[in-house]
């Protein structure tokens, strides 16, 4: 059984960076993908960013302009979120989650219902 665990949450002010990072276990194929999603008070679940675990090949929703990078480490089982230049609108509960993959699209990658597996969460607050 696939399980995920995010951790780096906290809270930091407006402007400052933090790395998120998530361990996958239980996965024993490698045709899978690997996405970060995060939800606001009040808000549905918005995209972020994911890949594909063997070729990388990441996707960005344009909302985020360029601040968040994914990465993975391969011997580690984990992924990483790499947030900067935080604004206040940044918090929310970031979760990591990963799905079997069939073929990778923007749509695919973006999609919350193709991510059968998603971790706890963990909390980002950014204040001015």
């Known amino acids: 059984q696939v399980q995920l665990v995010e951790s780096g949450g906290g809270l930091l002010q407006v402007g400052g960076s933090l790395r998120l990072a998530c361990i996958v276990s239980?996965?024993?194929?490698?045709?899978?993908?690997m996405g970060w999603f995060r939800q606001a008070p009040g808000k549905e679940r918005e995209f972020i960013t994911a890949?594909?675990?063997?070729?990388?090949?990441?996707y960005y929703a344009d909302s985020m302009n360029g601040r968040f990078t994914i990465s993975r480490d391969i011997a580690k089982n984990t992924t990483f979120l790499q947030m900067d230049s935080l604004k206040v609108e940044d918090t929310a509960v970031y979760f990591c989650?990963?799905?079997?993959?069939?073929?990778?699209?923007?749509?695919?990658?973006?999609?919350?219902?193709?991510?059968?597996?998603w971790g706890q969460g963990t909390q980002v607050t950014v204040s001015s």
């Open positions: 890949i594909t675990w063997r070729h990388l090949m990441p």
């Open positions: 989650e990963t799905g079997k993959l069939n073929h990778w699209n923007e749509a695919t990658a973006g999609n919350p219902n193709n991510y059968k597996y």
């Open positions: 239980g996965r024993a194929l490698d045709d899978y993908m």
